[in-house]
């Protein structure tokens, strides 16, 4: 039973932090219709610019700024790049992002190295552990799940009571009417990367002293987050929580049937499933751009 | 008459290509370069395979490397599995005399019967061609790009198994593998005083693809796919079957990778688990942007000379980022390939007389 429950924890751990990958990718889809390939790239970026900057600054400015530059590299990337290639069809953008994720990560490699780092514990070392019902967990585990429930509260009133918020949706409803609307959709998707950037920069700093960053992290954290989303429905940013979730938990007990080797075979295994059984995922988002497409 | 010479001039001018480049590698006293430029052949049967994908059917495939690996792999895995303890001696004899099987001793004496390179060829083609066809049949059907995904999932499942399985050896792969008798005097194998068969082999390889997707293109199959490509509602509009063209193009552009993966393993003598790796397929299909999508030669071409270059480590460290940056700088300012691009500069620098020309371009 504590086993059990010893395997959910890491499962829902791991699943938090698939889960706002998978946001990050339902954002910038909804919004611009592009699947970003580079968006676990920005999970790498958030961990390994916090810790650069935790050598100079307390740790959590350290982190604030790691998560504010990464949203100002994603912002970039979108005005100074993406923006301009507007004519180009899906198969151009999806081939781009891809360029994008590489050239992202070879930086990386060459602005770091090729060695793993990672943040210190945001409490208590990497021996202590907390008791929940028999099962011991790291502290850093109630961090992440903190993080990640702070995120989706924060995102949820974001897009129901704020301007800002509602201007996004309106923009993955119907681009062509919310210009009309006079919302400037241009402007909304350099935000809606922004957004994303820092959510998975953020993700990338609370699981630091976990799983470690390391230059080429952000490829398998891309494809788990991409599952992740589509298990619960490419374009609706809040049905990736359930994915992820479901994608982590899978994940971690497949440990007790199957050698730990193919423990990332079962994340694509499912994604396979989930294509062939439930293409448009669990909870499809209605009449969004994302159904079209 | 002379549409058939008009047709079959360019393979011409190929093979009198491929005669004179070996002429002057063996003047130049280079026949170092000969390993690589089978290697960077056989690769750039993969990328002309997915050119068929991508640029004819209009859907992107991130699995080619896992496709390369299978076949390779099962190619590897057949002719090495010792079958002498498992089979009763007359039927090993009667096995053999069919030519399906091959007998003979290791390095200590030992009885070795393996499968021959033939059928263990033709088993690894069967094997990724049905494994190519479950995999595109669900995703094909679906509209948008599932098939990236799908083939993205699939890839890095082959590359994980083949890390984590003894039975593909873990990371080390496959070594041993024997070479492969293709006629008397012709193997496809790595030895030194081979390189020159072995160039011949692979460039025959190659121009026979290359003779082959340009019939399927130039076909009324062909035309179908292109029209995919411009436009699928279109298409399907003419009467267009575009789900199974599409299925047909996928599996046949697999079989090819396969082929070439089996080749390179016979090549190499081994296979490793890195020929799945995502960064491979993500290579193929940079070569494929690179060249102009639906343009056959232009991805020949490119693929032949980057992958010739990589191999031969001009890029050092910035391998990868070479790749990367070609894909960003090719997709976002000639999007129909560099030939086109020149092509389209060129025209715009002459007066105006040219530009009705220019208007009724297709827009691809």
């Known amino acids: 039973m504590s086993q059990a429950l010893q395997y959910a924890f890491s499962g829902v751990t791991m699943g938090a932090i698939y889960a706002v990958v998978a946001i990050g990718f339902n954002l910038v889809y909804s919004t611009t219709g592009i699947l970003n390939f580079a968006q676990g790239e920005f999970v790498m970026l958030g961990g390994m610019i916090a810790v650069t900057y935790s050598r ?7 982190i604030a700024a790691a998560v504010a530059t990464t949203a100002a ?12 290639l507007k004519r180009h069809t899906l198969l151009h953008m999806i081939i781009v992002t891809i360029g994008l994720s590489i050239v992202i990560r070879e930086a990386a490699l060459l602005i770091w190295d090729e060695k793993v780092r990672s943040l210190p514990f945001f409490t208590g070392t990497e021996s202590s552990s907390v008791r929940v019902f028999g099962a011991a967990i790291s502290p850093q585990t109630l961090w992440v799940l903190g993080t990640v429930f702070a995120i989706v509260a924060v995102l949820h009133v974001f897009f129901r009571f704020s301007l800002k918020g509602k201007a996004m949706r309106a923009c993955s409803a119907n681009p ?45 954290l891309a494809i788990k987050g991409f599952a992740a989303a589509m298990l619960g429905g490419l374009g609706n940013p809040m049905a990736g929580v359930a994915g992820g979730l479901i994608v982590g938990l899978a994940e971690a007990f497949s440990v007790s049937v199957l050698p730990a080797a193919y423990k990332d075979a ?9 294509l062939f059984v439930k293409p448009h995922g669990l909870f499809p988002e209605r009449g969004s751009i994302a159904r079209e497409a | 008459m002379r549409a058939a010479v008009r047709h079959a001039l360019p393979m011409i001018a190929m093979t009198a290509g491929v005669v004179a480049l070996q002429l002057v590698i063996s003047a130049a006293d280079r026949q170092f370069y000969m390993t690589q430029l089978v290697m960077a052949l056989y690769y750039t049967i993969v990328v002309m395979g997915l050119c068929l994908v991508m640029g004819y059917a209009g859907q992107v495939s991130l699995g080619h490397g896992g496709f390369f690996a299978l076949g390779g792999y099962t190619s590897a895995i057949l002719t090495t599995r010792n079958l002498a303890a498992h089979l009763r001696p007359e039927t090993l004899q009667t096995l053999e005399r069919i030519g399906l099987l091959w007998s003979r001793t290791d390095l200590y ?14 088993a690894a083609l069967l094997l990724t061609g049905a494994v190519a066809l479950i995999l595109g049949f669900p995703a094909l059907r679906l509209k ?19 890390l984590g399985s003894a039975f593909t050896g873990y990371a080390d792969g496959i070594t041993g593998v024997p070479p492969w008798r293709l006629a008397p005097g012709v193997t496809v194998s790595g030895a030194m005083d081979n390189r020159i068969v072995n160039y011949y082999i692979a460039c025959g390889f190659l121009l026979f693809v290359l003779w082959f997707l340009r019939n399927l293109t130039g076909s009324r199959h062909g035309r179908a796919l292109r029209s995919i490509h411009d436009s699928e509602t279109a298409a399907k509009a003419m009467g267009v079957n575009t789900p199974r063209l599409k299925l047909q193009a996928f599996v046949i552009s697999a079989v090819l990778a396969a082929a070439a993966g089996s080749f390179l393993t016979h090549f190499n003598g081994g296979i490793g688990p890195s020929e799945a790796d995502a ?25 032949l000379a ?21 894909l960003i700088v090719i997709v976002s300012v000639a999007p129909n390939g560099p030939g086109r691009w020149v092509a389209d500069l060129l025209r715009r620098r002459r007066p105006t007389v040219r530009s009705s020309g220019a208007a009724a371009e297709p827009a691809t």
């Open chain 1, 56 to 62: 100079f600054m307390p740790l959590p400015v350290a």
């Open chain 2, 279 to 303: 960064m491979k397929s993500v290579r193929y299909l940079t070569l494929v942007a690179a060249g102009g999508m639906a343009n056959i030669w232009g991805a020949m071409g490119v693929s």
């Open chain 1, 176 to 220: 062509q009417a919310a210009m009309l609307c006079g919302i400037n959709t241009s402007n909304m998707r350099t935000l809606t990367f922004a957004v994303s950037g820092a959510l998975g920069a953020l993700a990338g700093c609370v699981i630091s002293p976990m799983t470690m960053s390391q230059y080429d992290m952000g490829t398998s």
């Open chain 2, 109 to 122: 004496g030992a009885p070795l019967a393996t499968l021959a390179p033939w059928p263990a060829f033709v």
């Open chain 1, 73 to 84: 590299v994603a912002a970039l990337i979108e005005a100074g790049f993406i923006r301009r």
């Open chain 1, 266 to 274: 079962v994340a694509f295994a499912l994604l396979l499933c989930a």
């Open chain 2, 306 to 326: 980057l992958t010739f270059l990589s191999l031969r480590g001009v890029f050092g460290v910035y391998d990868h980022a070479v790749f990367g940056g070609l």
């Open chain 2, 144 to 162: 948008g790009h599932y098939l990236a995904m799908a083939t993205l999932g699939f890839g890095l499942i082959v590359y994980r198994m083949l």
